[in-house]
């Protein structure tokens, strides 16, 4: 985004009831299960949902007490957690196939580490990291605005309140904030889609779900009514894999910074941390925070590469978009190598990423969460090498 003038920005978010988001859970569900059997399982699911059928497809090396029977258990029990039970999709009924099969024995050779060699990436790619000062959490607001929504929405939902009685698991939002500068001032429109029961009068669900937006905002960011959309095409009943097919991937803007940031390409969810598409895009988002937080610059992006079945990244990039401190760019990638080990293992050493955490990152986002060091979740959202950065560059 441009740091001069007056412009519009906009970023969107769905639902963990999303058919996508549905199937980025199930995936993630199923890495977490063999990463508890095995810390270095191996592991690339991907899951297909429609109406009353899901599909497990990929390639996975780990204990064989990881059964089929056991993962299809677990796929019902992650779409009993989001809440379908609809006639169309219900965790009770739905047909679900397994079909995960061996990793291919030509991957594994040139990830494994053997001998001399160290552990490779699990593939060829760019990955990208970012951090800016517009929220505390130092994200993008209009993506940070539009998770909170659906997320104070599903909390109330999962807690029965009547505050939200009627409202179904699947939801998007969209939130367009006007910059002056760079700094965001407030929303010039807003668009949340709810599912919701037949008989729920479409007046009764704008109420509900204003109330929920204008707690979320800063005071005096909420659009005009005439600019607040709610439901724009009607009702929304029919809702989840049974409106829309769903499928592991799909939302990565979603799942990063709202378009706000490049993107390599990769998606995350159901993919272990020899994948670099995941791991290192944790380790690009973990250095952009930190160089932030320490106050080297007000917006950092971080491109890295790899080549499959090579360690050492090929390019470490830095852009700090004329934010920076007095700092260089050349000598900050230098600095933060000697920081952290960029090569697969380093990384997820560093931010410990063999465990089975991954389900609480398949919705709402990936990057702008808090850690949580008794459960190991989100630990690339650390700022821990602040000191260290900070005597660095003689701050």
């Not at 059928?53 to 992650?78: N, Q």
Request: with cysteine.
């Amino acid at each position: 985004m441009r740091a001069t003038g007056e412009y519009l920005f906009t970023s969107e978010s769905v639902s963990e009831g999303h058919p996508d988001k549905v199937a980025d859970r199930i995936s993630d569900t199923v890495l977490d299960a063999f990463l508890a059997a095995d810390p270095y399982s191996r592991v690339a699911c991907e899951t297909l949902v429609t109406t009353n059928r899901v599909v497990l497809a990929g390639e996975v090396r780990g204990p064989e007490t990881v059964t089929s029977d056991y993962l299809i258990h677990l796929a019902r029990l992650a779409i009993h957690d989001i809440g379908y039970d609809q006639e169309g999709f219900s965790w009770k009924h739905a047909d679900i196939a397994c079909y995960l099969h061996a990793q291919s024995a030509d991957i594994a050779q040139g990830v494994d580490a053997a001998g001399n060699k160290d552990e490779g990436a699990g593939d060829q790619g760019i990955m990208f990291g970012y951090a800016c000062r517009e929220t505390p959490e130092l994200m993008p607001a209009p993506l940070y605005y539009a998770h909170l929504i659906l997320r104070r929405i599903s909390e109330l939902r999962r807690a029965k309140s009547p505050e939200v009685a009627g409202l179904l698991p699947d939801a998007k939002s969209q939130v367009t904030l006007r910059y002056v500068d760079g700094v965001p001032v407030g929303a010039t429109s807003i668009v949340v889609s709810t599912q919701h029961v037949e008989d729920m009068d479409q007046a009764d669900i704008r109420r509900k779900v204003q109330a929920i937006v204008e707690r979320s905002l800063p005071k005096g960011w909420m659009c005009p009514d005439d600019e607040f959309y709610v439901n724009p095409t009607g009702k929304f009943v029919i809702g989840g894999p049974d409106g829309d097919a769903g499928l592991t991937g799909r939302k990565i803007i979603v799942d990063t910074y709202g378009g706000a940031s490049p993107h390599g390409g990769g998606a995350f969810s159901g993919k272990d941390p020899t994948k670099v598409d995941r791991s290192a895009a944790y380790a690009c988002r973990y250095l952009a925070k930190n160089v932030v937080a320490a106050g080297l610059a007000d917006r950092c992006t971080i491109q890295v590469s790899y080549a499959i079945g090579v360690s050492k990244p090929l390019s470490v990039y830095f852009d700090l978009h004329g934010t920076g401190k007095d700092v260089d760019e050349v000598r900050l990638a230098k600095v933060v190598q000697e920081m952290v080990n960029l090569s697969p293992r380093g990384i997820r050493e560093h931010l410990h990423l063999n465990r089975a955490i991954y389900v609480p990152t398949s919705a709402y986002g990936h990057f702008g969460r808090t850690p949580d060091e008794d459960k190991g979740t989100f630990s690339w959202e650390r700022t821990d090498l602040v000191p260290a950065l900070k005597s660095a560059f003689g701050r």
